[in-house]
């Protein structure tokens, strides 16, 4: 890249003329994040980018570290999926001062300043929950009062912010109420332990929307243990559509999946390039996805790919 051409000494690459990108991913809490991972480790090979990768666990203090040792290694570029929306400013500076372009993958930031990053790719979550709350409203027309309790992924981070914000919209003004909500951070034994909790202090549970794929998944555990049958008893509805997801949807324990698709590898190694080679990019890059019902998963769940 430019700056390892320039003589800086600061490459820790063989190949000078290979892009060097720091990545630094939420970690490994999901099918969906290590469908991400894997997408985005393949792409950079595919490309030629020397991929410099770290793990943040879900949390925010080991990705602002990780994002200042980019920059200390004078990297070419910095790309990140931030865990939570705020509280990147400082370090985004840093990178700024230090003339390294950023790019945003997967989840947004929550910052006035838009001159911190160069663009950000990555799903509509809002959108997302609306299609999950829209087909609820349709699925229950003239059923009464429908009780739903929500697993939300991680605090503060985009999609569980977003991807409530769109649930309640879409069910608002309907007999659809949230009658209990609370984080699983987007992991399968989170999902399970807050379903437990939920299935002790209400009887009367119609639906379980859950932020992903795992969180639905761990639930499916606690309501089977409870026993109750799981697409049934009570109704689910995650996102994602992960295999496991896709697998429980077409068993019928999982009733409706809205999509939101991992594969960013390409697409971002794309932005990669020409933001090192200085062109212009759009400031908002979003992934197309859709929505399965269970005989739709049927279908689809030879072909998937993650
Ligand atoms: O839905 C969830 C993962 O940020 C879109 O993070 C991603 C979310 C995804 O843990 O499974």
Redesign the pocket.
């Known amino acids: 890249g430019a700056l390892a051409a320039c003589g800086s000494g600061g490459s820790a690459s063989g190949d000078d003329d290979a892009i060097t990108m720091g990545f630094s991913q939420?970690g490994a809490?999901?099918g969906?994040?290590t469908a991400n991972t894997k997408s985005i480790r393949e792409a950079a090979k595919a490309a030629g980018i020397e991929l410099k990768f770290s793990d943040a666990q879900q949390k925010q203090e080991n990705q602002i570290k990780a994002i200042r040792s980019f920059i200390q290694q004078r990297v070419d570029v910095i790309a990140f999926?931030p865990v939570v929306e705020t509280g990147w400013d400082n370090v985004l500076l840093e990178a700024k001062r230090a003339n390294i372009p950023v790019i945003l993958t997967?989840?947004a930031i929550d910052s006035d300043d838009e001159s911190l990053y160069e663009t950000f790719l990555g799903?509509d979550f809002v959108e997302e929950g609306r299609k999950a709350g829209e087909w609820l409203v349709e699925d229950s027309k003239g059923e009464g009062t429908v009780n739903v309790v929500e697993l939300q992924?991680t605090t503060g981070?985009a999609?569980a912010l977003d991807r409530q914000e769109g649930f309640q919209e879409a069910i608002s003004g309907s007999d659809i109420k949230i009658i209990a909500s609370q984080t699983g951070d987007?992991t399968r034994s989170g999902g399970k332990q807050v379903m437990e909790a939920f299935l002790k202090s209400h009887s009367d549970i119609d639906v379980v929307y859950a932020h992903?794929?795992?969180m639905g998944l761990g639930a499916i555990e606690a309501i089977e243990a409870a026993g109750k049958k799981p697409g049934e008893d009570i109704k689910i509805i995650t996102?994602?559509a992960v295999k496991d997801g896709m697998q429980a949807l077409a068993d019928g324990k999982i009733n409706f999946i809205v999509e939101?698709n991992p594969l960013l590898g390409d697409q971002l190694m794309d932005l990669v390039q020409k933001v090192v080679a200085g062109e212009q990019v759009p400031k908002r890059v979003v992934v197309e996805e859709t929505t399965f019902t269970q005989e739709e998963a049927k279908k689809v769940l030879p072909e998937r790919q993650y």
């Open positions: 939420v809490e999901s969906w994040r999926s997967d989840r799903s992924g981070s999609p987007f992903n794929d795992d996102v994602d939101c």
